[in-house]
């Protein structure tokens, strides 16, 4: 089956409209409550197991000191060590929505998950297009709620109206929003909001929005989330952490470097 035809064109259409005048777009319920059950349990057996070597390091309670971030990490680029992982990735809908929004086919560049137990911090805002540095053109990030999300529990948050800006090199030593660098301004007029979502939820932003999340003020709340990160296969360099890429159906695809630093010169690769 093509990608198009994974979703009704009405649905398609009816997203991309929101996402040029908003910005961002959701897609309700595009992963039923058994695959979210599914992915959680997955990955809490990875945690279980005490993480996977070469790929994903966790501390033990006493090791982490308190810090639950230490103890429950974020898990970059699973789709490198796990098929579940990766199909999540690569789903089906998941790429229909990315061929309407780029209006071409599209390739998976990263994929990450986040346990964000209660307590966690939250990650200062930022543009992904920061990192990605992709040329010509920007990334799509796919964010799916794993859990229901909100302020409390540290849901994303993001700026609409921030879809179209440069990239604000302002905050250079943000160079790491995950661990704490400080916050990208949010421009006079424009207001941050917080979307509810509830599991199996998708939200889709352009690399220039303005995003992040505060911390998880629960006692016992987690806010699961997985996001992949997309460009168009006209895409013709990108950060070299992100290769090899990976097509709808499976297979690796290799990119250029951009190698001249990005918008912001060449303080972060
Ligand atoms: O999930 C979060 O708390 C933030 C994720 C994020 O900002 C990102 O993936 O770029």
């Known amino acids: 089956m093509e990608l198009k035809e994974a979703l009704p064109r009405e649905t398609l259409e009816q997203l991309r409209r929101d996402f040029e005048t908003e910005g961002y777009c959701l897609a309700k319920g595009l992963f039923s409550p058994e695959r979210v059950e599914a992915l ?110 909100d302020r409390e529990n540290g849901g994303m948050m993001i700026v609409p109206g921030t879809q179209d800006l440069e990239i604000d090199c302002s905050k250079l030593g943000a160079a790491n929003s995950y661990e704490g660098g400080p916050s990208i301004p949010i421009p006079n007029g424009l207001k941050a909001t917080i979307p509810e979502m509830q599991p199996g939820d998708t939200l889709f932003f352009n690399g220039c929005l303005i995003h992040g999340s505060g911390p998880n003020r629960t006692k016992d709340r987690w806010r699961r989330a997985f996001i992949g990160h997309y460009v168009a296969k006209s895409c013709a360099s990108l950060t070299d952490h992100y290769s090899p890429l990976v097509d709808f159906e499976g297979n690796n695809v290799e990119r250029a470097v951009t190698t001249d630093g990005g918008p912001c010169g060449g303080v972060l690769r």
């Open 40 to 149: 959680n349990k997955h990955f809490e057996e990875i945690h279980a197991d005490g993480g996977v070597p070469g790929f994903y390091a966790t501390e033990s309670k006493e090791e982490a000191k308190g810090d639950v971030l230490r103890e429950f990490p974020r898990v970059s680029h699973p789709h490198r060590f796990s098929q579940t992982a990766k199909d999540y990735m690569i789903d089906e809908k998941v790429g229909a929505i990315l061929a309407a929004l780029f209006e071409e086919e599209v390739l998976a560049t990263q994929s990450m998950y986040y346990f964000k137990p209660p307590g966690a911090r939250g990650q200062s805002l930022h543009q992904d297009q920061y990192y990605l540095k992709v040329k010509p053109g920007n990334c799509i990030a796919a964010w799916t709620a794993l859990d229901f999300c």
